[in-house]
């Protein structure tokens, strides 16, 4: 999958956000800074980005991505 349709999706849901990709096309992962993870736990953080992706996941476009989130 496209990383600018992932960074799209993203932005679209995280307006606030940093976002950082490292890695190729097939194995890569995303860094999400944003204000709107303040008082959520890791897990909270990890489970909003993954359910703004769960189409892409649903569909088989996109199988495997490793995230990691912080606030600003």
């Not at 496209?2 to 956000?17: C, G, H, R, T």
């Not at 995303?30 to 993870?37: D, M, Y």
């Not at 897990?43 to 189409?55: A, G, I, M, Y």
């Amino acid at each position: 999958m496209d990383k600018d349709v992932i960074n799209n999706i993203l932005i679209e849901n995280f307006p606030d956000a940093e976002i950082n990709f490292l890695g190729d096309s097939c194995n890569f992962s995303v860094e999400v800074v944003s204000n709107l993870f303040n008082g959520l736990s890791l897990v909270e953080q990890h489970k909003k980005v993954l359910n703004t992706l769960k189409d892409k996941f649903a569909s088989g476009e996109l199988h495997a991505l490793s995230i990691s989130t912080r606030t600003k």
